[in-house]
């Protein structure tokens, strides 16, 4: 609707404006969807402007306003990181302009936001678009919609800071056959990473109510 997260000029289409001027932003919350998830593109200005850039703009907005950031992270930062990471573990450069600007832009929340919830997680949509599907990546990705409900609940927990957000370890190819018949079985290519698991005991403690 002409709102461009690299443009910061079209964030006032976010804000009530009466007579040029601009009253009041009606939104106590605004959840950050947008990256660019072309995660092996070379094309370093793209990822920059969208994942790290953009969200630095879109930071000082909500402070300016006063509005809660949740920001969409994700599992990528652990690649080549240790098994099951937990949110302290420290994560690792992912050989791609994808996780690098991504990692920077969590860094960029955590360090000058003033009321924030990021969430590390990989979704796919519903049912599994491809007829292949790697049986050797692991991960706690599930599908868009069992994704969208645990981050409801977080939300609706007053949650903030980082968390991992995902469900039980799975291979893509695990994942696929939950929702579509005749997904056949492949390797992943050399460049993807082998584990993108992480520790979600902070997920299951707020969802279970501990």
């Known amino acids: 609707h002409g709102f461009d997260i690299t443009d910061k000029t079209t964030y006032h289409l976010m804000t009530q404006v009466e007579f040029g001027t601009v009253q009041h932003c009606p939104y106590t919350t605004i959840i950050n969807c947008i ?11 793209k990822h920059w402007d ?9 930071v000082d907005f909500c402070n300016h306003w006063k509005i809660k950031l949740v920001h969409g992270s994700t599992d990528y930062l652990y690649s080549n990181s240790k098994s099951n990471a ?5 994560p690792v450069h992912c050989e791609n302009w994808y996780g690098y600007t991504k990692l920077l832009s969590d860094g960029h929340v955590q360090l000058k936001s ?8 990989t979704h796919k949509s ?9 049986i050797d990546q692991i991960g706690n990705f599930d ?3 069992n994704i969208a409900e645990l981050l409801i609940q977080l939300i609706n927990n007053s949650c903030s800071g980082v968390y991992n957000v995902g469900t039980g370890i799975k291979s893509m190819f ?7 018949t005749g997904v056949k079985p492949s390797l992943k290519p050399l460049h993807v990473p082998a584990n993108v698991t992480m520790n979600i005991t ?9």
């Open 35 to 45: 990256a660019n998830t072309d995660t092996y593109d070379q094309d370093r200005e």
């Open 50 to 58: 969208v994942n790290y850039k953009g969200v630095a703009d879109l």
């Open 86 to 90: 937990s949110e302290e573990c420290i």
């Open 114 to 121: 003033d009321n924030h919830l990021i969430v590390r997680c």
């Open 126 to 134: 519903t049912p599994f678009a491809h007829d292949q599907a790697w």
């Open 143 to 145: 599908y868009v919609d």
């Open 174 to 180: 695990n994942l696929a056959t939950n929702t579509r």
């Open 202 to 210: 902070k997920l299951t403690n707020i969802i279970n109510n501990k």
